[in-house]
């Protein structure tokens, strides 16, 4: 049995930072699946993308990760602008890919469900509802805060919310994020707001400000560890929740899942591309 199935598109991403231009590929996908080469629990990415970038997919089972591929007509192709301070960028998309069929995923069984939508349409919510009648379902709200006008990505609200959180066990936002869904300027009113949609985890993220996760009506606050030099910052979010996710399954509280999160985000800046080193090294 899968324990941790992710769902997300890879993409063939160009990064821009104050001191560099890097080609790669990424997507919630990519830098989710990474640091379970070396977690000890069953792990299983489902993707899509054009036959042209199958070479993104041999590099993740090189790495031991099991990957099935549902055929695109395109590659997802994301531009990541970042300004001398990695916790803010700016984003253009230069392609779409095809949206994931619920056909295509009705064989998948996992216990466990991460979606990673990049864009509105990539996954329906009578995909995320069939799903969460098979397992727990973790969302990377991120793609359905998204709207994309003449290449460039503006925020936007989710007009499918209400009726979509209500399957949702695990919400990951930023503070931007939950601000664009709830409206509310507060973070911990807007939790609050978003636990009574029916999601049982919140978990918002702040960059180096670190995090906070509200279960069960209390707030865990999760401090950032500063890492030792600043290389790279994307695909950190999903790092994090590689991190968590991992230690919920394996019976972690709240506060130790998020501190092991944060930690692992936090070595993942240090180098470009996927974390790729020792999740439990000091």
């Not at 993409?11 to 080469?37: E, L, N, R």
């Not at 099935?68 to 960028?89: A, G, K, L, M, P």
Request: proline share 5%.
């Amino acid at each position: 049995m899968i324990d941790i199935c992710c769902i997300g598109h890879l993409t063939a991403d160009k990064v821009v930072t104050t001191s560099s231009t890097m080609y790669m590929p990424g997507g919630t996908a990519y830098y989710f699946s990474f640091p379970f080469c070396k977690l000890d629990v069953n792990y299983l990415l489902v993707t899509a993308l054009a036959l042209e970038e199958m070479n993104y997919v041999t590099e993740l089972r090189d790495h031991g990760i099991e990957v099935v591929v549902q055929q695109s007509s395109h590659t997802v192709n994301f531009e990541n602008i970042y300004s001398e301070n990695q916790d803010y960028r700016t984003q253009n998309v230069l392609q779409l890919a095809d949206p994931f069929s619920e056909a295509f995923l009705l064989p998948i069984q996992a216990k466990l469900f991460h979606l990673g939508p990049l864009l509105p349409d990539d996954i329906s919510v009578g995909l995320i509802k069939s799903l969460a009648a098979k397992g727990k379902i973790s969302l990377d709200a991120q793609g359905y805060l998204r709207e994309v006008i003449d290449q460039k990505v503006y925020p936007r609200d989710w007009p499918e919310k209400i009726e979509a959180l209500r399957y949702v066990d695990i919400l990951k936002t930023d503070e931007g994020e939950l601000a664009a869904l709830t409206g509310c300027t507060d973070v911990r009113e807007g939790a609050r707001m978003v636990a009574d949609w029916g999601v049982k985890e919140v978990i918002i993220t702040n960059g180096s400000q670190g995090s906070l996760i509200y279960y069960e009506g209390i707030f865990y606050t999760i401090p950032a560890f500063p890492p030792q030099v600043i290389v790279d910052a994307t695909g950190c979010g999903d790092t994090y929740m590689a991190g968590y996710l991992y230690q919920r399954c394996k019976g972690a509280d709240v506060q130790q899942a998020g501190t092991f999160a944060a930690a692992l985000a936090s070595k993942k800046m240090e180098a470009a591309g996927p974390f790729k080193g020792d999740p439990f090294s000091s």
